[in-house]
């Protein structure tokens, strides 16, 4: 069964300055997808960014970035120039997308320092 | 388009009662599915539908039925409350096709079991 764990329950960082939450999983499956979610107090779960696994490209969604490392099972998010309304709960999530069922990390709880 | 509701918002219920938390979608979504979420933990697969008549069980069904006569509704019952059902429930819906679709999410329903 794909497992995704998140091994960073929570994380803070200084406003205008750049963290990165860790993912990894694992998975016999060759294509799937793996996503990043945002949760913030309003609890609405919020897509940040996606990422193929057939595409070697790192998706980008602007401050947003990952790092996908297919071989090592990591999908890393890193935020740059960090603002306040960045903090939240982040969620890492795994889809091997034949009917969009998605497998969740514990998630990692965010601060931000003004 | 409304997106994806949920009703209600909050519930509070006593050990043995029964309810129903409803969801709909307007956005003609094949896919639609429960999830729920505890403290300390990402997003749970409850049951899942990929159209009208077609249900199934995810990770965690116990204590929970749903069905689809519709393609815009999918609620979901609990017979029976336990407090162990106690939790953040969410809906979301997509479309279905070959490739992932993203998902839309519900604003949660907060349930109490007492």
């Known amino acids: 069964a794909q497992t995704v764990t998140q091994s960073q329950p929570e994380m803070s960082v200084q406003e205008a300055e750049t963290v990165t939450l860790s993912c990894t999983y694992d998975?016999?499956?060759?294509?799937?997808?793996l996503f990043w979610y945002k949760q913030p107090p309003s609890r609405q779960m919020i897509l940040v960014i996606r990422?193929?696994?057939?595409?070697?490209q790192n998706a980008t969604e602007n401050r947003f970035s990952v790092n996908f490392q297919k071989a090592a099972k990591s999908f890393s998010l890193k935020i740059s120039d960090s603002q306040l309304g960045d903090a939240a709960m982040y969620f890492c999530a795994y889809s091997d997308g034949s009917q969009g069922n998605l497998i969740f990390g514990k998630g990692t709880k965010l601060s931000v320092k003004p | 388009n409304a997106g994806v509701t949920q009703t209600p918002k909050f519930q509070v219920l006593k050990t043995g009662q029964s309810m129903t938390l409803q969801c709909a979608q307007d956005m003609n979504h094949e896919y639609m599915s429960w999830y729920r979420q505890d403290p300390g933990m990402g997003l749970r697969l409850i049951h899942y539908?990929?159209?009208?008549?077609?249900?199934d069980q995810g990770e965690v069904p116990n204590g929970y039925n749903v069905s689809r006569s519709t393609t815009e509704d999918f609620p979901l019952r609990l017979l029976s409350a336990a407090p162990s059902q106690t939790s953040v429930y969410f809906c979301a819906s997509s479309y279905l096709g070959a490739l992932y679709n993203e998902q839309f999410f519900g604003p949660g329903t907060r349930l109490t079991v007492l």
């Open positions: 990422q193929e696994a057939y595409k070697q």
């Open positions: 539908s990929v159209g009208a008549g077609i249900t």
């Open positions: 998975t016999s499956e060759s294509d799937y997808y």
